[in-house]
Antibody, heavy 122, light 107 residues
Framework: QVTLRESGPALVKPTETLTLTCTFSGFSLSTSGMCVSWIRQPPGKALDWLAR???????YYNTSLKTRLTISKDTSKNQVVLTMTNMDPVDTATYYCARTALTGLYYYFDYWGQGTLVTVSS | DNQMTQSPSSLSASVGDRVTITCRTSQSIGTYLNWYQQKPGKPPKLLIYAASNLQSGVPSRFSGSGSGTDFTLTISSLQPEDFATYYCQQSYRALYTFGQGTKLEIK
């Protein structure tokens, strides 16, 4: 059974750095083809993909946010960590981690965590 | 960036209706298109991947079609549990973008 769970602060101040951890089970990020992504959703708005890390440690970022994001993994702990610098109130959102599966050449988000709401306010 | 445009943005329908949601991309993406369903307070759920492949466990009343820049999600006979918001998402190269969503409401 695949599960993912996000953890991190519920409240951060403007200009601070956000660190979120995704802890997963039911699959291994050392398995070829396995990836984990971070996606966020501001209240009442659409989904916004942030970053992806692959089994071979390749990393991909939203081009608009690339300078602020860092994604990393700890395979032994089954964890993926996302950091986002210089937080702003517009970054207030529910942050999800999702397993990113690969079938042939096609990637898709097949399992999602429940999400964690991060509010940016002074 | 590849812009994703869903239509309509909202839709009212009745149980038993056939419903079609459209997603148009500004650049051709082959069949690199996925569909998700999201209910309030819940994470999205994968319905369709690679434009027309039904995810395991998803009812067969859901279907997807299209290629290039125009895609559709069809629900053949709406059930009460289908009232939700639907998102398309392109997976062409690792520059994933989502549509703005289509909210499906009960008429």
């Amino acid at each position: 059974q695949v599960t993912l769970r996000e953890s991190g602060p519920a409240l951060v101040k403007p200009t601070e750095t956000l660190t979120l951890t995704c802890t997963f089970s039911g699959f291994s990020l050392s398995t070829s083809g396995m990836c984990v992504s971070w996606i966020r959703q501001p209240p009442g708005k659409a989904l916004d993909w942030l970053a992806r890390i692959d089994w071979d440690d390749d990393k991909y970022y939203n081009t608009s946010l690339k300078t602020r994001l860092t994604i990393s993994k700890d395979t032994s702990k089954n964890q993926v960590v996302l950091t986002m610098t210089n937080m702003d109130p517009v970054d207030t959102a529910t942050y999800y981690c999702a397993r990113t599966a690969l079938t042939g050449l096609y990637y898709y988000f097949d399992y999602w965590g429940q999400g964690t709401l991060v509010t940016v306010s002074s | 960036d590849n812009q994703m445009t869903q239509s309509p943005s909202s839709l009212s329908a009745s149980v038993g209706d056939r419903v079609t949601i459209t997603c148009r991309t500004s650049q051709s993406i082959g069949t690199y298109l996925n569909w998700y369903q999201q209910k309030p307070g819940k994470p999205p759920k994968l319905l369709i991947y690679a434009a027309s492949n039904l995810q395991s466990g998803v009812p067969s009343r859901f279907s997807g079609s299209g290629s290039g820049t125009d895609f559709t999600l069809t629900i053949s006979s709406l059930q009460p549990e289908d009232f939700a918001t639907y998102y398309c998402q392109q997976s062409y190269r690792a520059l994933y973008t989502f549509g703005q969503g289509t909210k499906l409401e009960i008429k």
